[in-house]
């Protein structure tokens, strides 16, 4: 629904293994949610039941992060204080947000739950 034309695109690449993009499992993502006290957006949830443990080889070079950094909310400290560096209000990253790229330079991509079911990305 939300990410067919990429996944169309992806499927055509032959630079990509498909054998190599590995989903979560529905029990993963319900998991994911119980932890995060409040279900995913559904392109969120769509985008982990195609390829939420591995995307093929498409992140080299950045960190997009799997379903077991996800579940351990990885990065939400080190992007509190990202932000308190630059000057900026740590608190924007509440248990509402869910970081899903950081990267060496500490820039990091996030999206708020809260905020429907195609949320925009920050």
């Known amino acids: 629904m939300y990410l067919d034309r990429i996944r169309r695109r992806v499927k055509n690449l032959p630079c990509i293994d498909q054998d190599e993009i590995h989903p979560c499992t529905p029990a993963e993502i319900e998991a994911l949610e119980q ?12 985008f982990l039941l195609w390829c939420g443990h591995q995307l093929a ?30 000057g900026l209000d740590p608190s924007l990253i509440d ?24 949320p925009p990305v920050y």
């Open 95 to 118: 248990e509402r947000t869910l970081i899903f790229q950081f990267d060496e330079c500490d820039q990091f991509s996030y999206l708020r739950l809260d905020e429907g079911d195609d």
């Open 57 to 86: 080889d498409v992140w080299r070079g950045a960190r997009c992060l799997g379903y077991d950094e996800l579940l351990a909310q990885f990065g939400r400290d080190q992007a509190r204080d990202t932000l308190a560096e630059e």
């Open 35 to 46: 932890k995060l006290g409040c279900p995913l957006p559904a392109a969120v949830r769509e």
